[in-house]
C-alpha cells in the first residue's frame, strides 16, 4: 500500500495572505490525519513564503502526539527542503530546523530561493560528496533520508552511493505529458528508475504534480512507498471537501 503524506504548504500559503492564525495548518493536518492520511509533508523556505519554523515544530508535535495511534501508528512526518538553506531571519537553517523537530524523513530537495517550486532532482556528480556528512549526520540522529530525483538511472545509482534510504521521484515531467504522446515513454522512464531503486535497496516515493487524474497510473509503479502531493489536493479540498478529497487520493493508492 502506497502512502499519502498530504503536503500543507498551499494551505500555509493561504494563511500567510492576511494577519493571524487562519486557516491553521496544526488543525488542517488533525482534519487530514483523521480522515485517513498518512503522514504531513512541508517544505520550509528561508524566504517562508509558505511553512515558516513555527509551523513545522507545532507539527512535529502533534504527528508525535500520534493523535490516532491505534489506527495508524506508522503516521510520519516529513521534511523537505535544501539542505545547504542557511539561517535567515527567523529561519534557523534547513537541517537546524531539522535537527529540532526530528521528522521521520528527511527528503533533501535542490531547489533554489528563487524557484517557484521544485522542478529538478539532484545532479550528485555535482553535489554527491557535499550531501554525503549531511546524510550521515541525519542518520545519527535517526532519522530516514529521501533524495529528490529525476528518473535518470546513473544518478539513481549516485543517490545509493552517497547514502539515500530512498528517492523521491520528480513527476514533474510526467504529469506534464499526461494526455500526451510522451506519456508511455515518461512513465517507463520513472518505471526503470523505481526498480532500479529498489533494486539497490532504496525505498521508492514520489510527488509534484500528482493529481486525482494521474496518480493512478503512477501508483502501479511496483513498491511506490509513498506519495505526497499538495497543490492539487488542496484544489480538490476546496471543490469537493478536505474529506472527500483524502478519500479519493486513498482510493487510488491499493
Ligand atoms: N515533493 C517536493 C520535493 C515538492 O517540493 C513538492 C511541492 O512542494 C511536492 C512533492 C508536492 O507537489 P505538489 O504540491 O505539486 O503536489
Aim: with cysteine; hydrophobic share 40%; glycine share 8%.
Amino acid at each position: 500500500m502506497t502512502a499519502l503524506s498530504i503536503n500543507l504548504n498551499k494551505v500555509a500559503l493561504i494563511r500567510n495572505s492576511r494577519e493571524g492564525n487562519y486557516p491553521d495548518v496544526v488543525e488542517f493536518a488533525r482534519l487530514c490525519i483523521d480522515h485517513g492520511a498518512d503522514g504531513i509533508t512541508v517544505h520550509p523556505r528561508p524566504d517562508q513564503r509558505h511553512i515558516r519554523p513555527d509551523d513545522v515544530r507545532r507539527l512535529a508535535d502533534l504527528v508525535k502526539s500520534n493523535p490516532r495511534s491505534g489506527a495508524a501508528p506508522e503516521l510520519e512526518f516529513n521534511i523537505e527542503g535544501n539542505p545547504f538553506a542557511p539561517a535567515l531571519g527567523s529561519y534557523p537553517g534547513f537541517i537546524e530546523l531539522v535537527e529540532e523537530t526530528m521528522p521521520d524523513q528527511c527528503t533533501l530537495v535542490p531547489d533554489g530561493d528563487d524557484q517557484l517550486t521544485s522542478d529538478h532532482g539532484f545532479d550528485l556528480t555535482s553535489s554527491g560528496e557535499a550531501l554525503k556528512p549531511i546524510i550521515e549526520k541525519l542518520h545519527s540522529l535517526g532519522m530516514r533520508v529521501s533524495l529528490f530525483m529525476d528518473p535518470d538511472l546513473k544518478q539513481i545509482e549516485l543517490a545509493k552511493a552517497v547514502g539515500a534510504d530512498r528517492i523521491e521521484l520528480y513527476t514533474g515531467p510526467y504529469a506534464a505529458a499526461w494526455g500526451s504522446d510522451q506519456l508511455d515513454a515518461i512513465f517507463q522512464q520513472h518505471l526503470q528508475a523505481a526498480e532500479l531503486s529498489t533494486s539497490l535497496g532504496m525505498g521508492v516515493n514520489a510527488g509534484h504534480d500528482l493529481n486525482l487524474h494521474n496518480l493512478g497510473k503512477f501508483a502501479t509503479i511496483p513498491n511506490l512507498l509513498e506519495v505526497s502531493i499538495g497543490h492539487a489536493f488542496t484544489v480538490d479540498s476546496l471543490t469537493m471537501g478536505m474529506p472527500q478529497a483524502v478519500q479519493r487520493y486513498k482510493a487510488l493508492l491499493v
